[in-house]
């Protein structure tokens, strides 16, 4: 994005989890940011706990905004009580954006189909109730994932990004069809990322967010790293080849699209 005032090109990392960070603390990860022109993080829960730091985060850094949910890992342990906790903490701080990252996950994960869906449809529910949008965990559940957020499209709160989107080029479009949001991280750098990248290139820019997802997945220089915020210039700087437009448009219009959706200003 371009401000009038600064010309200033910037970045936004829209999923990050500073709490899982070990190798750096919070402080110098975001100023490590901001050197690389991040703008704006944000911190993303994945339990009530780690919405609860999220919230902390959000509240000690200008820079850092909030999401509060439950990652479908813990979807077992998901009861009225963790949804009263989230609902609280939603009503009493402005700087949470979203709720999530929710969803379903049938990679190694033992929860049952029956709770992960429970739990993914009260995420959707309340950040409905809200007004504020749901980011959406999906490993290897796209039928289910669709199948969910079918019942939703349309209604006048519902907006949804899919986080870490790991499908095709035609799960891609399906996922915008209904009016989602797609969010590549450094999985798209990847030299065997061919299906990623053909879904990059044929979405357009204004669908599109970029995030780390640190510390996993860091980008292609540093795979197998820990990852962080700083490394989201990377993801830009690939979709950019990708579409063959420059790194500032990417910047620009990815920007603005986080701005908008996650209401941050």
Known sequence: ???????????????????????????????????????????????????????EFAKKFKSVFATVGVHPHYADKFTRKEEESLDKLIKNNK???AV????????????SKKDQEKTFISHIELAIKHGIPIAIHDREA????????KNYTGLKNFKAVMHCFSGDADFALKCIGIGLYISF????????????????KIIPLEKIFIETDAPFLAPQPYRGHENYPAYVKYIAREIAQIK????????????QNAINFFNLL
């Not at 999530?100 to 929860?111: H, I, K, L, S």
């Not at 991280?185 to 990059?200: C, S, Y």
């Open 1 to 55: 994005m371009q401000t009038q005032e600064t010309n200033e090109i910037y970045l936004i990392d829209t999923h990050a989890h500073l709490d899982m960070i070990e190798k750096k603390t919070p402080e110098i990860i975001v100023k490590e940011a901001e050197n690389e022109n991040v703008k704006y993080i944000i911190n993303v829960g994945s339990s009530v706990e780690g919405s609860l730091k999220s919230v």
């Open 95 to 97: 700087k949470i954006v």
């Open 142 to 149: 796209h039928k289910e994932t669709i199948n969910v957020l």
């Open 244 to 255: 063959k437009i420059s790194v500032e448009e990417v910047a620009n219009i990815t920007s």
């Open 185 to 200: 991280t450094g999985v798209i750098t990847f030299k065997n990322a061919k299906m990623t990248k053909e879904a990059a």
């Open 100 to 111: 999530g990252e929710a969803g379903f996950d049938f990679y190694q994960n033992t929860v």
